[in-house]
């Protein structure tokens, strides 16, 4: 459980960095995950 948790948080990481160099649009990807 711990270690999906964990992946989890590295996939969001991901696709934070990838958003903030696409087009710096992270928060609403951070504050709406499901969106």
Do not use: C, T, W
């Amino acid at each position: 459980m711990e270690r999906v948790r964990i992946l989890k948080l590295d996939f969001h990481q991901f696709i934070l960095s990838l958003n903030i160099n696409k087009n710096g649009n992270a928060i609403n990807f951070y504050l709406f995950p499901q969106l």
